[in-house]
């Protein structure tokens, strides 16, 4: 177990062995939970979009990319005609 103290302004530094275990970095934001009576620190995802990347599909499993592009292929279709 490793321990931290808590500065003047609520502050604390998390120990190295796990900012480079959970990949932290400067800048880098974490969710903090009251669990169980525990304080829990979670990092959270760098970017929320890149957090949704391939999460959602369309109702069939097939990818938004593949629909989007079949959807303007259709639309050009009927703008030819």
Do not use: C, F, N, W
Request: hydrophobic residues 35%; glycine residues 8%; without cysteine.
């Amino acid at each position: 177990m490793q321990k931290v103290t808590i500065s003047e302004k609520g502050q604390i530094s998390i120990p190295v062995s796990l900012r480079r275990r959970y990949g932290l970095k400067k800048g880098d934001r974490l969710a903090v939970e009251e669990a169980d009576g525990a304080i829990v620190l979670r990092p959270l995802p760098r970017h929320p979009l890149l957090a949704l990347r391939g999460r959602l599909k369309g109702a069939d499993g097939e990818r938004l990319t593949d629909l989007l592009l079949k959807e303007r292929a259709a639309d050009r279709e009927r703008e030819r005609r």
